[in-house]
């Protein structure tokens, strides 16, 4: 089920809401209306599976983080 952001044009409100089918229209939490909202383009939040034994990172796993000991994701900075 996909969760997609939203903007109520008449009060300015800018929310998420969890859409289950065509039929299901979401409403802003502010002013509770349904029939002026604009999608938002947002970022799709991605999982993050496995680790290198340092913790979580928020760098980037593909490319590196570009420090010169970085190697394709194996990242020696911040750890």
Do not use: H, N, W
């Not at 109520?8 to 409403?27: H, I, K, Q, Y």
């Amino acid at each position: 089920m996909p969760l997609y952001e939203y903007r109520c044009e008449p009060c300015g409100e800018t929310f998420e809401a969890l859409v289950r089918s065509a039929e299901d229209r979401p409403r802003c939490p502010r002013c509770g209306r349904s029939e002026a909202l604009t999608k938002q383009i947002s970022v799709p939040a991605a999982a993050q599976t496995g680790t290198s034994g340092r913790g979580s990172s928020l760098l980037p796993m593909a490319g590196g983080c570009g420090a010169p000991a970085c190697c394709g994701g194996g990242c020696a900075v911040g750890g």
